[in-house]
């Protein structure tokens, strides 16, 4: 049965941008019709390369309906806390 | 005499992040109502964090006014092209 939920989140880390875009085009071809891409820090630079590649070259009906960022703060491991920043961006796919 | 100008565009390249802040705080300072900072490739990353840090702890009343993502096509100094991605973050000081 496929997915019919409005948003859903896919994290951007450190792996392969190919290996986030395949993970995205899945999920819209699933039937989702929006997807949130996230990415804190220097993995923000490959969110917005994921989010580029699939509109130029998969899914090319796919809007950029909304970029927010943000900063988030997070625990460091050694103790204390650090600022880091982040992006969201959200992809629809086009009406048809 | 102070700028003017509606929209200044700062670069953002591979210098530290500081660099970048000092340099849109001073044009905003000096009369600019709205900066847009440009960014490709790696850099993106930095562009976010400039952005966040100038409205978090130097002008608190600025605005994320409107971010754009693109791809550009740029020419290899070894011949051939390459496609990176781009964003503009537009930063507008608030209303008074």
């Given at each position: 049965m496929s997915k019919k939920n409005e948003s859903n989140v896919v994290f951007i880390g450190s792996k392969g941008v190919m290996t986030y875009v395949l993970s995205c085009i899945t999920q819209l071809n699933e039937g989702d019709q929006e997807l949130v891409l996230k990415a804190r820090g220097r993995a923000i630079s490959r969110a917005v390369d994921t989010a580029e590649i699939i509109r130029n070259r998969f899914i090319t009906d796919a809007v950029i309906k909304d970029?927010?960022?943000?900063?988030?703060?997070?625990?460091?491991?050694?103790?204390?806390?650090?600022n880091v920043s982040a992006i969201e961006i959200t992809?629809?796919?086009g009406k048809k």
């Open positions: 970029i927010k960022i943000s900063t988030e703060t997070i625990e460091r491991s050694e103790g204390g806390t650090a992809i629809a796919k």
